[in-house]
């Protein structure tokens, strides 16, 4: 399967707890995003790389959210003192090029994450 | 920001019927236009997407139309299947830079045999 991965799947953890996603993206995208839905709405922006570099955040990426992608590859999202607000699916997307032409963006399965 | 208003929340067509989706924009900077499918449990696929040089885009029963004067954008889906029964969404970028989407709330289309 080549298109967008994501890992766990699933996450159930205790409110308080640290939490690490990991997404891999279409192996030639070097764009790369990370979007949270909850049920009955559509996903939210969170953070956008393009290849290593982090090139915007959004408000709702509260301090204990960190997201990397050290060598322009996979990309790991923590969160940090988990609250049960953060209990969403975390959706991963990738897209190619470096103009506004590749603009498509191909979404992973999501890890759904429950905060107890 | 930009905001994006997406109408209806719920939709229940005859199989064989059409269906039309319709959504707004805020931000008239907003130059690309894609529409997600997103069936139960599933990641969200793009079905069609348009950008703001063209006013209307097709690929086989599914079209998207734009009015940039009005800053809205509309999915029209002819001769339904129940298969297409899924939630809909619409999302805007940007681009110029910022290429995050930002999404409405999504549509559930309902298609009865």
């Known amino acids: 399967d080549t298109g967008v991965s994501q890992d766990p799947r699933h996450k159930i953890t205790k409110r308080g707890q640290n939490v690490t996603f990991r997404c891999d993206p279409i192996s030639e995208h070097n764009r790369l995003y990370w979007y949270r839905q909850t049920l009955g709405q559509g996903p939210e922006f969170l953070t956008y790389?393009?290849?290593?570099?982090?090139?915007?955040k959004s408000r709702l990426l509260s301090d204990r959210f960190s997201a990397e992608r050290p060598k322009g590859s996979f990309s790991t999202l923590e969160i940090q003192r988990t609250e049960q607000g953060d209990s969403a699916m975390y959706l991963c997307?990738?897209?190619?090029?470096?103009?506004?032409?590749?603009?498509?963006?191909?979404f992973g399965p999501g890890t759904r994450l429950t905060v107890l | 920001g930009e905001n994006v208003e997406q109408h209806p929340s719920t939709l229940s067509v005859q199989e064989g019927d059409s269906a039309v989706i319709k959504c707004t924009y805020s931000?008239?900077?907003?130059?690309?236009f894609p529409w997600y499918k997103q069936e139960l449990g599933k990641r969200p696929q793009l079905i069609i997407d348009i950008r703001s040089n063209v006013g209307e885009k097709k690929d086989q029963r599914i079209a998207v139309t734009l009015n940039k004067t009005a800053k809205h954008f509309s999915l029209h889906i002819t001769e339904t299947q129940p298969e297409d029964s899924a939630v809909y969404f619409c999302?805007?970028?940007?681009?110029?830079?910022?290429?995050?989407?930002?999404f409405g709330k999504g549509t559930k289309l309902s298609v009865i045999p």
């Open positions: 790389f393009q290849n290593e570099a982090q090139l915007e």
């Open positions: 999302a805007a970028s940007s681009g110029a830079g910022s290429y995050q989407l930002t």
């Open positions: 997307a990738s897209s190619r090029g470096t103009d506004e032409s590749y603009n498509e963006q191909f």
């Open positions: 931000d008239s900077a907003s130059n690309y």
